[in-house]
C-alpha cells in the first residue's frame, strides 16, 4: 500500500528540526512532521512550585496550544479546553520521565508547545520537539555553571500508529488519524522503555496481537526519532 503522500506504511513523514529558532528562550527549536510544525520553547525559572520549595529538587512542567489557522477552519483560542489540558500533561509526564529532579535543582523548565500548523501527530511532535529544547536549555545553565551534573538521563520521543483498511500505519496524517480503525499515541525512551500507550479502537476492536505489532511499528519509528535527536544535540552526553 503507498499513502497519499507517497510513504509506505512503516515510513515516518519528513522529518526536520530547526533550533535555535526563538531569539531568547533558553532553548528552542522548530519540528515539523510532514505539514506538522510546533515551535517548541524552553524557559528556565528560579523557582519551583509551592509543594516542592525547600526540598532542593526542581520541576519540569508543559504547556500546549494550537495557532487560530493551524488548522483548516479557526481554532479558539482555549487553553481551558479538557483536551489541552490532557495532552500537556502528556507531554510534562514524558519529559519528566527522563530528568533527574535533584540534579536539576530547585528551578523549573517550563516547555511551551505552539503548533503552527496541524496534520495529525501534534502531540507527538511536541514531545520529539519539546525534549530537544529542554535539552538545549539544560545545556545552556550548565554550560553557565548554574548545575554541576546533567540531570537528564535518557531521549524520549514520540509517534502515532494506527490500523487504517486491514493496513497498520506509522504517523499518521490528519486525514488517516480520522478515518482509522484504530490510533495509537507511543512515548518511549531511548533504552526501549515505555512512557505512555494511549490506544483507542474508533471503528472496531483489536486484538493483543494487533496492539504487539502496533508497538513494534511505533518502537522501529520512535528509535528514528531518537537518532534525529541525538544529530541536534551532539552537544548532549548521557
Known sequence: MTRQDGRSPDKLRKIKVTKNCSKYA????????????????????????PFLKNTGTG??????????????????????????????????RALRSVVDMNKLGERTVKIDCDVLQADGGTRTASITGGFIALADAILKIKKESLITQMPITDFV??????????????????????????????????????????????????????????????KDGIG??????????EGLKI
Open 26 to 49: 533558553e532553548g528552542s527549536c522548530l519540528i515539523e512532521f510532514g505539514d506538522t510544525r510546533v515551535m517548541c520553547t524552553a524557559t528556565v525559572e528560579e523557582n519551583v512550585p
Open 59 to 92: 520541576w519540569v512542567t508543559a504547556e500546549y496550544g494550537m495557532l487560530p489557522r493551524s488548522c483548516k477552519t479557526r481554532v479558539q483560542r482555549d487553553k481551558n479546553s479538557g483536551r489541552t489540558f490532557e495532552i500537556q500533561r502528556l507531554i510534562g
Open 157 to 218: 520521543a514520540a509517534v502515532s500508529v494506527g490500523i487504517k483498511d486491514k493496513e497498520f500505519l506509522l504517523d499518521l496524517t490528519y486525514e488517516e488519524d480520522s478515518k482509522a480503525d484504530v490510533d495509537m499515541n507511543v512515548v518511549m525512551l531511548g533504552n526501549s522503555e515505555f512512557v505512555e500507550i494511549q490506544g483507542t479502537a474508533e471503528g472496531r476492536t483489536f486484538s493483543k496481537k494487533q496492539m504487539d505489532s502496533l508497538i513494534s511499528l511505533a
Open 224 to 233: 528514528e526519532l531518537i537518532e534525529i535527536q541525538k544529530k541536534s544535540l
